[in-house]
């Protein structure tokens, strides 16, 4: 069946890996961790977040200035973050360093940001290997991490989404082989995305929206999945359906932009296929310059 082509700009998703963890520079740590399975991040971690952040402000003011004259589209940015407290807190980070850099703009961008709203997934959650983890980690960081955000605890800025129907509800099973974790970031991502861009095909495809100084663009929307290096890996594998991505340093950023529905059937059960059901146009893979310049 052919491809079902979406409307272009409905939907663009950044793929940032968390910060340094910190159990990475000090050895000690989790000899004395009370959770010596959820490191955070190290000082230089947040910077790391802070600046992947302003880079992604940089690409949507491009991404804006080329679509030519006019008022800019309304944009609602969505993150959804891994359980994980340096993949939270690296989501603090990105929306810091983005404000930061829409505020040193002094009105002078062309985003028009509408509000951002910060939500947990459990199928962002780090690979379930054995080598990572003695033990599986209990199934009450996803409430903690839920709790953290809804408090402030984590993100004083932005809004936690408590109506987010997250893909998977639990942690992945323990222990979790390769390919189950590649058939589980497809799923993340087709169903994470899905209920955003099946609505807005289903109405008028880039019908804009009469006000009166003309025609005022549809809305649009911006995911920022934040996870792991191996998911990382595993989302380029969902929207390049090339493998190899093994190089993914610490906040790189991967954008992806959808272009259409494979075919009309309902998505596959969660972790049942590892062919996605979308087709992404895919650039910036696992960049890393804006943290290292010899990337």
Known sequence: MDAIPLPLGGLTCF???HGERVDHIDDSWAQTAPEPYDPPLTRDGHEQALRTG????????????????????QTTYRVITSPFLRCAQTAEGLFRGFQQEEQASQGTGVVATGPWTVAVEPGLSEVMNENYFAHPPPETIITRRRSDLASGAVHCSMRHDDAYVPARDCLPEYPEGFQSM???FVSTLDYTTSALVEQPARQEAGAGVADCSGVRPSPRSVVILVTHGAGVSALLWATTLKPGFNDVPYCCLTRARIVSRRKSQPLQPFGTSRIPAYTWDVDYRAYASH?????
Do not use: H, K, M
């Open 15 to 17: 793929f940032v890996r």
């Open 54 to 73: 302003a880079l992604i402000y940089s690409l949507e003011q491009q991404a804006l200035q080329q679509q030519g004259p006019g008022p800019p589209p």
């Open 182 to 184: 590649l058939a589980r």
């Open 291 to 295: 943290i290292n310049p010899r990337l």
